[in-house]
């Protein structure tokens, strides 16, 4: 019997007779009343309903659509037919409704994206890829959760000749990948968008899929080319990830990304640098010597473009003081100041993306290395320093004039640069500390011990040679005599970790030799601790 007819069969009774006397207590509902409300409730079609109920107030409506989804849950497979009523609370405004509506559909049937009854669902599902950003974002999450059925559809959606939006084609092709990203019609697409759409939003879809292939090499890589020189910076970023998916550049492709090495975008500069990195090709090793060789400086040609694009009268003289005076002449034109000093640091970008690149490849050339030398003492970045002193580290053909570079350097480095030039100095001679120009700087060092207002730089200094520096020190403290030199030696030898080599007898014939009762003490208590 259906449940209309249950509710009109239990209320065709004969009325009960009126009562002179109104009864002590209420009387309780009929058996099969009780048990038709209760079957009223568990009705799917009734539940379908609630699940959009207005409520009374959005506390109410709330609290019935989340009794109806319960109820639901509890029928298991029994409210298979609620599954596409579901699949629109997947798009509900409040996050708990699109929760519990998830997890109902889960209760329904564990599979339920194969279900036929989501699959009815696949036209609505493809109507809100248009939606906005977050609408259509869930819906290529319920889509690539369909799978294969919803390929026809979405290929529907991005026919050349169609109706459909730029956001709803975006999001349908990076669905279609989601479904199958080895799908010959998702290629296609990409070659069709990047040949003839000119939408930002619909290049970044082809190149973030393409980024995603398992065959990117199906798309031919010249159709990103263009790309690399667009306007727009995170485009120019996205092509560069999905050219990075590609075996190998092309020779034709290199040049574009040459540009790209001198970005002010960070993290576009650094995948540029990452990608040229895995290149081999004679062309990029041209290029990269050239640079080097330029010593991240404007060049003639750049200059003068660089005037031409500001709208400045120049002449060859005003090219000349430009690069001889360069502050001077920014100075007096500051209307073009700005604009004069970016497109300065335009090739120092340029170099220390090049330095980059070189340090993953084989080590220097003599010749090579001396322009490293030159770049590193003209620039005082610490990105060109810190890359040029790791290539530095692999010329050991040159070590005879690197290391005196770096001890050199490393007097006038900054701290965060210092533990750098000693990690390539140890590299290019475990023994460096002893080197002449070494120990000649040490010495310097110590004598500064006795110098008001060096002291705390040279301590510094010192310390930050490491353990290496014991022998040195100690050879440093036999010889000086004066007291303060002394007493900050041994101080120094003390704050030494456990692999200094500390010559104990020698530190006896020290204090022998010594007068001074503070200096002796302090020897006495090094020997004690050394012992």
Known sequence: MSLLKKIASAFRRT????????????????????????????????????????????????????????????????????????????????????????????????????????????????????????????????????????????????????????LQKAKALRAWNRVDNKSEGVVAAIRHILQKADAKLLLEAAVETLAELDRPETVDQSLLYPLLDHDDAVLRHKTVKAMANYPAIEEEGLPLLFKLLAAEQEELRRDAVALLQKQDAEVATAFYREIVFQHGELQRE??????????????????????????????NLSWYGYELQQEMERPKRLLQSVLEILNAKSPPDPELAKALMTCFEEHE???????????????????????????????????????????????????????????????????????????????????????????????????????VVRQKLIELLGQLGPAAVIDVEQLRRIKAGCTNRRTQEALQKLIERLE
């Not at 849950?73 to 609370?89: C, D, H, R, S, Y």
Request: charged share 30%; net charge negative; proline share 7%.
């Open 302 to 331: 750049d200059i003068e473009a660089t005037f031409e694009k500001l709208g400045f009268i120049f002449s060859k003289s005003t090219v000349e003081e430009f690069r001889l005076r360069k502050a001077k002449f920014i100075d």
């Open 381 to 483: 970045g610490l990105g060109i320093r810190k890359a040029c002193v790791e290539l530095l580290a692999k010329s050991t053909q040159e070590k005879e004039e690197v290391i005196p570079l770096l001890v050199q350097q490393f007097d006038r480095a900054s701290g965060d640069l210092r533990p750098l030039i000693i990690e390539a100095l140890t590299e290019l001679d475990p023994d460096w500390v002893h080197q002449p120009v070494t120990v000649d700087l040490i010495s310097k060092l110590t004598q500064q011990l006795n110098t008001s207002g060096t002291v705390e730089a040279a301590e510094e200094k010192l310390l930050s040679i490491g353990d290496r520096v014991a022998p040195v020190l100690l050879a440093e403290l036999e010889q000086s005599d004066k007291r």
């Open 15 to 166: 009325p009960p007779k009126q009562q002179s006397q109104r009864p002590s207590h209420p009387q309780s509902v009929p058996n099969d009343v009780a048990d038709i409300i209760q079957e009223v409730g568990y009705d799917v079609d009734f539940l379908i309903t609630r699940l959009n109920h207005p409520g009374k107030n959005l506390q109410d409506r709330a609290e019935k659509r989340k009794d109806a989804m319960q109820r639901l849950q509890e029928l298991g497979p029994e409210a298979e037919k609620a599954i596409p009523a579901l699949i629109e609370k997947l798009f509900a405004e409040k996050a708990p409704e699109r929760k519990l509506a998830a997890e109902t559909l889960k209760a329904i049937d564990p599979n339920w994206p194969a279900n036929n009854e989501a699959l009815s669902q696949l036209p609505f599902l493809i109507k809100k890829l248009g939606k906005g950003h977050l609408t259509a974002n869930r819906a290529m999450t319920v889509l690539s959760k369909i799978g294969p059925a919803a390929e026809p559809y979405l290929e529907e959606v991005l026919q050349p000749d169609g109706a459909s939006d730029e």
